[in-house]
């Protein structure tokens, strides 16, 4: 199954850490979406990348949260300095071509003590 | 302000009988329309898609009605099954191809 895989599942940082979350899109998808949910919240739109480029970064924090997708290796979401408000479920999701259905991961649920 | 609205946070079904979930939307742009199922501590899965020139899109058991005027979007599934029971998104397609969800409806469909 080359679905779309997301790791850590679970990942528990105490306040001022740093928090790194991987995304392996689905096999031969350059496109990859980040979305945040908070509790009892839908997803929000983070950024959009394709292999190297930054497309649409609007929805991501000004500060702290930074994302890339080289082109070898899986797409990272770096959270700096992490806070309690940072405690959410983080989906990518992965896309083959621009405006074709986009396919979720499992998600990574961020735990901030 | 929230651009997508899906204004009942939870819905209960008798399996066998219709359910419906409803989704309003403020922004006339968009031109493409999703639903998205989502259990526990998964990712969410796409479901079914409108687009605005149409009206009606059906899937078996899933129809996506789209009222363009009303700005309104409704999803019926028919006949429901204790399997439908999780949370249901219904998203719009923003200009980069991001997706703008509602914060969901919780259907739960009981044998």
């Known amino acids: 199954n080359a679905g779309v895989m997301q790791n850590p599942r679970h990942l528990v940082r105490r306040r001022g850490q740093e928090a790194r979350l991987r995304c392996s899109p689905m096999?031969?998808?350059?496109?990859v979406y980040w979305y945040r949910q908070l509790p009892e919240e839908g997803l929000k739109f983070m950024v959009y990348l394709q292999k190297e480029n930054i497309i649409d970064e609007s929805g991501m924090p000004k500060e702290r949260f930074s994302a890339e997708f080289p082109k070898e290796g899986p797409s990272i979401l770096r959270i700096q300095q992490v806070v309690r408000g940072d405690s959410a479920a983080y989906f990518c999701?992965?896309?083959?071509?621009?405006?074709?259905?986009?396919?979720f991961g499992p998600g990574t649920r961020l735990l901030v003590l | 302000d929230q651009q997508v609205k899906q204004n009942s946070p939870s819905l209960s079904v008798q399996e066998g009988r219709i359910s419906i979930l409803n989704c309003d939307y403020t922004n006339s742009m968009f031109d493409y329309f999703l639903w998205y199922k989502k259990y526990p501590a998964e990712g969410p899965t796409f479901l079914i898609s409108?687009?605005?020139?149409?009206d009606k899109n059906e899937d078996g058991r899933f129809t996506v009605f789209l009222n363009k005027s009303a700005k309104h979007l409704s999803l019926h599934i028919v006949p429901s099954q204790p399997g439908d029971s999780a949370v249901y998104f219904c998203a719009e397609r923003g200009s980069q191809g991001n997706l703008i969800f509602g914060k969901g409806t919780k259907l739960s469909v009981k044998p």
């Open positions: 999701a992965s896309q083959g071509q621009r405006k074709e259905t986009q396919y």
């Open positions: 409108i687009s605005s020139i149409k």
């Open positions: 096999k031969g998808h350059s496109h």
